[in-house]
């Protein structure tokens, strides 16, 4: 009820302003344009207020380069791979405000998995430039190792490993997504020892095209993977032994990775049309993989039960890469490609 009542005074405010003066407006030539008006942005019951500036920082004291991923920690301290030679991890906390950073041995840091073991959480960090993924405490400290699995006799060379995701089962097998790479899904115990594989670059149901984010989906008593195939603009679902479920179809959604929080599908959609000019999006779907919300595009239309394509705003993002959502389904954004911006937030109306 708290929540609700606070988005309500939210909503209200923002709506009856639109403006939001801000001290440090151009300090830093990173943010080339000015931003006079936080806009109202998304559709339905899934409507948010944006902030551009939320993570603004001194480029001199904590640069980025290309931003990819974000999780949330149970302190709500918010953790952010970026491709910057100077910090590979920044840590904010959710004013904004930079905690901390650590990190200058992953110089393709991309895709980012909070996991919890008891009363432990740590991170998995995965570097396609360094073909390898990395689990590490909170603080950076390196725990386990996987690099290109010897098991798998398509790896000709160990640069072939290109992986961009991981995602954690509640028995902690960790699967990770090659997708960079020759996409395999991989599946490892707790400890890093291969249990097995499946996927693969292809066109049958079993194949992916880029498979670059995966999210262990427990939504309902049938535990389930979903894995993104970007190029093909699709969600595929596995069992957790890799046996193929379903496909689900999202038209001109070059999707980066799912995120689930509260029984609702969230990502980030890279490109819709043309990787050579910035029409990115966000999508929000339900508990029945419908879009409900594309925050930064068009409204979701759907037409004989197929999703009709969403058309960028050419205001809100450049490249978003991947969402990260807070307990009051507040919403942040790194983006990969972007003139080295740092994160925005959305803030739930």
Request: net charge neutral.
């Amino acid at each position: 009820m708290m929540k609700n009542n606070r988005r309500h005074f939210i909503k209200k405010t923002a709506l009856a302003t639109g403006v939001l003066i801000n001290p440090f407006e151009n300090i830093f030539p990173i943010t080339k344009k000015a931003v006079k008006k936080n806009p109202i942005i998304g559709h339905g019951d899934f409507r948010y207020q944006v902030d551009k500036k939320w993570g603004v920082q001194d480029p001199s004291q904590f640069p980025v380069n290309d931003c990819h991923e974000m999780v949330i920690d149970r302190n709500n301290r918010i953790f952010m791979t970026t491709t910057h030679p100077k910090n590979n991890i920044l840590i904010y906390d959710r004013g904004g405000k930079i905690l901390g950073s650590w990190g200058t041995e992953y110089p393709g840091a991309h895709g980012l998995t909070l996991s919890e073991e008891g009363d432990e959480e740590f991170l998995f960090i995965t570097d396609p430039e360094t073909h390898k993924v990395c689990k590490t405490t909170l603080k950076g400290r390196k725990l386990l190792e996987i690099k290109t699995p010897k098991e798998i006799s398509d790896y000709k060379s160990e640069d072939q490993f290109k992986p961009t995701e991981t995602t954690i089962a509640p028995n902690g097998d960790i699967y990770v997504a090659d997708g960079y790479g020759l996409d395999f899904i991989i599946q490892y115990d707790k400890r890093g020892n291969y249990i097995r594989h499946f996927g693969g670059k292809g066109n049958k149901d079993e194949n992916f095209d880029c498979c670059h984010g995966i999210v262990f989906d427990s939504r309902d008593k049938n535990e389930s993977l979903l894995i993104t195939s970007r190029s093909e603009n699709v969600f595929k679902r596995f069992t957790p032994n890799g046996k193929f479920i379903e496909t689900i179809e999202l038209p001109s959604c070059y999707i980066c990775r799912p995120v689930l929080k509260n029984g609702i599908l969230y990502f980030a959609v890279i490109v819709t049309k043309d990787w050579g000019t910035y029409d990115g999006m966000l999508a929000v779907l339900n508990n029945k993989n419908s879009v409900v919300s594309f925050p930064g595009g068009s409204k979701p239309i759907y037409s004989e039960n197929k999703l009709i394509a969403s058309t960028y705003d050419q205001n809100t993002f450049f490249n978003p890469h991947d969402v990260c959502i807070d307990n009051d389904e507040n919403i942040y954004v790194p983006q990969w490609n972007s003139e080295k911006t740092y994160p925005l937030k959305l803030t739930r109306v």
